[in-house]
């Protein structure tokens, strides 16, 4: 069945760093792709999506581009800031048109000052 | 838009006892669905509805869990004869379901079975 697979965290990074989180994905079809975010204490945001491959989706400094060859979306951000802290979570929507999305473990992101 | 809102935000309840949490979507959403987050994992899916509909479950839905969309507008999730396994965070989200099918999320029911 449909999966997503996110690299493991936490992923620690000063102010200003580059960051990549990986995430791959294995489904039949085409599906959408999703990255969450969930800042402490509060419930899941969408970040940023992409329908179709070689969409690039973006948001607040952070883009995502889906690749079909790779079935991957990693996530992208140049310059991180402390209050980017979060867990970030991977999801796709599958083909079947019913709109639930399947998500990966998550991914907690620890910026420093 | 007040946005998504679960009650209750958090349960405590022991062993055996059912309890029930409910959702109410950001208004005129037609799709509903539910999904359950343990500790350090991603959300998975329960079920779905739309409007009054329920129209898919997950196999992780047994028969101790039912879950109702009266009227197709909020949503109650039961879970009866509670078990430890049962403890996690319970999320709620709505979409259109028309012309967008971008899931807004509620900030979930935390249930800890004692």
């Known amino acids: 069945g449909d999966s997503v697979t996110q690299m493991e965290g936490p992923v620690t990074l000063s102010e200003e760093a580059f960051l990549t989180i990986n995430c791959t994905y294995t489904?039949?079809?085409?599906?959408?792709l999703f990255w969450y975010v969930q800042y402490p204490g509060e419930g899941l945001q969408l970040l940023l999506k992409?329908?179709?491959?070689?969409d690039k989706g973006s948001n607040k400094g952070f883009e995502a581009t889906y690749r079909k060859e790779t079935t991957s979306f990693h996530l992208e951000k140049g310059s991180v800031q402390v209050s980017d802290s979060a867990v970030y979570f991977c999801?796709?929507?599958?083909?079947?048109?019913?709109?639930?999305?399947?998500f990966g473990q998550g991914t907690t992101l620890q910026v420093k000052p | 838009d007040t946005g998504v809102s679960q009650n209750p935000r958090h349960k405590i309840t022991k062993r055996g006892q059912n309890v029930t949490f409910r959702c109410d979507p950001i208004s005129e959403h037609n799709r509903l669905y539910w999904y359950r987050q343990t500790l350090g994992q991603g959300p998975e899916f329960l079920t779905y509805f739309q409007n009054e509909a329920q129209l898919e479950k997950s196999r992780l839905l047994s028969d101790r869990f039912s879950a109702e969309r009266p009227k197709g507008s909020f949503s109650t999730l039961e879970i009866q004869r509670t078990e430890q396994g049962d403890s996690a965070m319970y999320l709620c989200?709505?979409?259109?379901?028309?012309?967008?099918?971008?899931?807004?999320f509620g900030p979930g029911t935390r249930l800890t079975v004692t």
């Open positions: 489904a039949t079809g085409y599906p959408s």
């Open positions: 999801a796709l929507e599958g083909s079947s048109n019913t709109g639930k999305l399947i």
């Open positions: 989200a709505s979409s259109p379901g028309t012309t967008s099918y971008e899931q807004y």
């Open positions: 992409a329908t179709k491959a070689d």
